[in-house]
């Protein structure tokens, strides 16, 4: 005999509730966990409201059909194809939650067969994509515009993006004590200046040799810092983290801030000039690397975690990351970004 659910009085809306709760306790309020409770309120906003025992395999596949035609969000415009993608994700994961949760009486259906779903581009979406630039960068000459209309503090945010292709969160997240300055490399013996850094969330590790101007930023930075028990590098004027999130759980801005109040400065003198954030600093050195060396040297001198197509990932275990090309990448982006430090 077919085993389906019995009606309890129970809604599919006051499980995604319940759902939202859940998700809140597992991730909390900020990051992700924002990030994963505004998908659960928009499976919300388009499912309707039926009956829990009514939530069966074929409503469910239609659910999922559903966000593959790519509908309208809250605001009335077509959700994005990855946002289709993690809406998707997002149902088959509340349903795993329902099918455990005791406090709903209902189960998932026994003939329940998710279908292989592809959340396609549309025409005008794979038209954009037909550029031989697809990644946006900064030229050398509008680097150098940048650097000659920065305040110190913008410029030492500039420096680390130009030096290591750091990001907010590295920059926010660089220790006092992953600084290495006048000593010998641990592994190579040659005298400079260093970042030794591992990322909190991954565990890969990095290294640089500094720039001059890094290390006059430092300098600097020290100086203007703020007293604090914290080893991070960079801090607010109030002695916080420019990466925490804010009391409603919103990324920091201070960086994304101070880089759109730049970009205003330059545009009144160079109105067309790019207005872009600060992650396109990092696209446009790792850009720049790549071009000059390879792929594999471009991902270790960006920090990211894969750096050989998968096939070569036994590398990675038997051998070690090329680190000296690394340094040698950042004497040629040195070499490269002399005209702009001369402006």
Known sequence: QELRNEPTGQTLHLALDGYRDHLKNKYGLAGFGKGTRNEATLL???????PLNELTANRLELFQRFYEKRPNGQRGKMLKRRSCVNQIKRLRDFVKWLNKEPAFKWRRPYDLDWPKIKVQDTADELAARANPDQVQTYTIDELAILWKYALPSERAYLIFALNCAFGRAEIGSLLKREITLNKAHR????VGNWIFKVRPKTKVYGEWELFPETVQAIDWVLKHRPESEKDNLFLDANGGLIIEFTSGGNANQTIPSAWQRLTNRVRKDHPDFKDIGFKFLRKTMTDLVRNEFDGEIANIF??????????D?????????PFWKVHQACGWVRQKLAPAFAK
Not at 187 to 190: E, F, H, N, P, R
């Open 44 to 50: 919300k906003f388009h499912l309707e409201n039926i």
């Open 302 to 311: 960006s920090f990211h975690g894969a750096v050989l197509p998968e096939s």
């Open 187 to 190: 592994k190579y013996g040659t």
């Open 313 to 321: 990932n036994i590398l990675e275990v038997y051998s070690n990351k």
